[in-house]
């Protein structure tokens, strides 16, 4: 087993191209799962989840994080959050490392970081209505008023998503998934957060309602200056809503570049082979599809050197032995490839 967690002096290059400090700060992030084993149940192994991710996401910017399913996306997202508590790195948050927090204080940096899940039916409390969902975040952090306040601020909730006064009676069941992940953005948005980690907001919705929820997180950032980290494996939802586009690979950041740059041109063969697959609207142009060999290395005992070699077109022998660094290979532009020494 081998634990490589590098210092925060040596944190990689921001890759935030704003020129004001950034808003939120994650460098040498690492999560690892204890698995254990024995009649004691003692730790035999770990998986790696997450194994040095460092990225900056500027105030009313989006920030798209990709990559296969298994790679760390929502663990990332989660431990950005501290709804998981990261192995080590830091997380800086408006200049503080909210890694260092209390209970109490974090408690209260929960109103300008909130989250909206994957799974629109598992996220909701189904013995709750409408009313209560949204309005909890309004009780605990005492933000509700009277009785009269506390109801005309969770209508006005439902209707900046686009649900009806009449719909905060009603019970989750009651709605279709496009409606409930609705209600999961009302109960975001009821605190009036600087910061929403979207985990996969429209993977389990259907394909003409992604398109809907995806426009209202744009009109809602637009109308509240909003910050997201938009977590998705589909690369054309997040090309439409993101500025800057990170690429994760087994843990680690591979590349993080504009939207239109890393769209057009790829830096790194992973970033290139995801690209291939994602379909092109005109039939008329062909695109050269690249199959990656092999299965995703396991998390528990991921490869030496650079992770994807072993399923990289282009792996040299240094790939095989050598860790490539998150380097800036142009302005705004960072990547993890011997390829762009």
């Known amino acids: 087993m081998k634990t490589d967690v590098s210092s925060a002096s040596s944190a990689p290059t921001p890759t935030s191209t704003a020129v004001s400090a950034p808003l939120l700060s994650v460098r040498n992030l690492v999560k690892h799962f204890p698995i254990r084993g024995g009649l004691l149940s003692r730790v035999v192994d770990r998986v790696h989840a997450v194994d040095g991710v460092s990225f900056d996401l500027a105030a009313g910017e989006t920030l798209g994080l990709v990559g296969e399913s298994g790679c760390g996306k929502s663990t990332t997202g989660r431990c950005v ?60 952090h005492r933000l509700a008023g009277s009785g009269s306040q506390y109801r005309d601020r969770i209508v006005e909730l439902l209707e900046t998503v686009g649900l009806r006064p009449e719909h905060l009676r009603r019970f989750p069941h009651e709605f279709s998934g496009g ?34 929820v995806v426009n209202l997180l744009e009109d809602l950032q637009e109308k509240f200056v909003l910050t997201y980290l ?38 790194h063969p992973y970033t290139e082979a995801l690209l ?19 299965d995703v290395p ?22 095989r032995v050598e860790a490539p660094l998150l380097r800036e290979i142009a302005p705004g532009r960072v990547a993890a490839c011997h390829l762009n020494d």
């Open 81 to 140: 959050l501290r709804l998981i508590e990261p192995t080590a790195g830091e997380v800086w948050f408006e200049g503080r490392d909210i890694t260092l927090l209390d209970k109490r204080s974090m408690r209260a940096l929960c109103r300008d970081m909130q989250i909206i899940f994957q799974d629109p039916y598992a996220s909701l409390n189904p013995r709750l209505t409408i009313e209560s969902i949204i309005g909890e975040a309004l009780v605990i």
């Open 179 to 212: 409606q409930r992940q609705r209600v999961g953005i009302a109960r975001a948005l009821a605190v009036s957060p600087k910061l929403i980690v979207c985990d996969e907001p429209v993977s389990a919705l259907d394909v003409s309602i992604q398109a809907q």
């Open 230 to 267: 938009f977590i998705a494996h589909d690369l054309s939802v997040v090309e439409h809503i993101s500025q800057r586009v990170a690429v994760m690979y087994l843990g680690r950041i591979v590349e993080v570049a504009s939207a239109s740059d890393l769209y057009s041109t790829p830096r």
């Open 276 to 294: 291939s697959a994602v379909p092109i609207p005109d039939p008329s142009i062909k695109r050269r599809r690249i199959v990656l060999q092999g």
């Open 298 to 319: 396991n998390p528990i005992n991921p490869p030496n050197g650079c992770h994807f070699h072993p399923r990289c077109p282009k792996a040299m022998e240094r790939c």
